[in-house]
């Protein structure tokens, strides 16, 4: 009898180094490729409204590549745990393979179904695909997790190199028939009435194949510059991959040896660590979206939220260029250039004294890089409640960081041209006034500490 194996995909929507899709491959038996769309599973966050796009996108490109190859991918809708032990009765699977994620909702989805269809005889084998290191094997001397990136980076690089990434399958020999499939465009994620996403298709092609050729344009033409113009936001010098890492159409092992291969790595190499310890921080911390991760900022005094300061932040309105700038970049595209996100995120949390909660879920619905660990985990990090977060004190003045990271104005005329006229709007707040009062809130803080 034919036991066909499941390859749950999840947050690594690609064949190519897709170690969860290989020992489906060894295995021998029939695939059934799935993709569950989850939305009611508890405490499983809802994808903001850029996220969709690029996930429809990028279903769309996985499907196609599967089906060359001789599978479907069988997409289906509802909380994942019922959908996977559902199709894993109904195709009379003999096994289930996943890479695995790190989110608590998600760890707790995946433990409950490995228990639970081991029980009826199903083979269940995770692997690493998303992370260069599991979050359990980076300690301190002490057996504690790290709190401070320096030496969490460090650690990790004495840890074994990570490993060679798998070649791309020629050929995944799908069930023939019998597995039914929602249909990507009944689940509505591209938005219609209206339809805001015209920026996001000028800027991006989502999908593997995009992705690894901007990986290899990148290591040709701009790596040698990034550690020099990476901070510039005009200067078109970082990866673009975010969004990329973040859908997981290509893995961070590929990026990895890629890059090693090319040479003068190591700063850009470093950025991923910061994501490594965005998400082994979210493992210690599930929280992360929603709490402090140092508690006491669990008494600074926020004031009433003024909503009308909010919307001009959001819209690209506070009359400070660099950030309307950065603001409108984000409306637009999807993205924001990392400099500019801390400064946009900075405003919002230290001269508007808006709480840092706000920002992000603005962030989350907007990006198409969202994720759960590197959104709130930068956000804290900006905000001082973060770890290894920028001392509180130490308030980004938007005007000194345009005139350091844009000198000639080319972003800010790009993104927010209106800013520069003498009839551009006037700032929101005072920059001085507002960041006494933040550093006044802060001794609250301080006390607390
Ligand atoms: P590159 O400079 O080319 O870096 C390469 C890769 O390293 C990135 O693709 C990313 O995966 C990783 N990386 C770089 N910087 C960081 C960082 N500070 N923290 C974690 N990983 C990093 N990044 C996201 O991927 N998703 C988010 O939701 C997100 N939200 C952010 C919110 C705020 C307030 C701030 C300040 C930063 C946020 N970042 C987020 C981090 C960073 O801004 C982006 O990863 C980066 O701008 C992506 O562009 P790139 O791929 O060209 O980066």
Known sequence: MV???????????????NPALRAAIDRGEPIVALYVLDEESPGVRALGGAARWWLHHSLASLGDRLRERGATLVLRRGPAERIVRELAVDASAGAVFWNRRYGGPEREIDTVLKTGLREEGVDVASFTGSLLFEP??????????????????RACLALPSPRAPLPEPREVDGLRGGVASASLEDWELLPRHPDWAGGLRDTWEPGEPAARRRLREFLEDDLAAYDRARDEPAAGATSLLSPRLRWGEVSPFTVWHETVEAGHGGRFLSELGWREFAWHTLFHFPELATKNLRSEFDTFPWPRLKRAHLEAWQQGRTGVPLVDAGMNELWATGYMHNRVRM?????????????????EEWFWDTLVDADEANNPFNWQWVAGSGADAAPYFRIFNPQVQAKKFDADGHYVREWAPASLSDDGPEPLVDLGETRAAALAAYEHVKRAA
Do not use: C, E, M, Q
């Not at 036991?3 to 180094?17: G, K, M, N, T």
């Not at 001397?141 to 990136?149: E, K």
């Not at 400064?343 to 920002?359: E, H, P, T």
């Open 3 to 17: 036991r066909p194996s499941i390859v749950w995909f999840r947050d690594d929507l690609r064949l190519a180094d």
């Open 136 to 153: 359990w094997t980076v300690k301190t001397g002490a057996g504690t997790h790290f709190s401070v990136f320096t030496p969490f980076w």
């Open 343 to 359: 400064v946009a995120a900075s405003f919002l949390v230290k001269n508007l004294l808006i709480d840092w909660r706000r920002g």
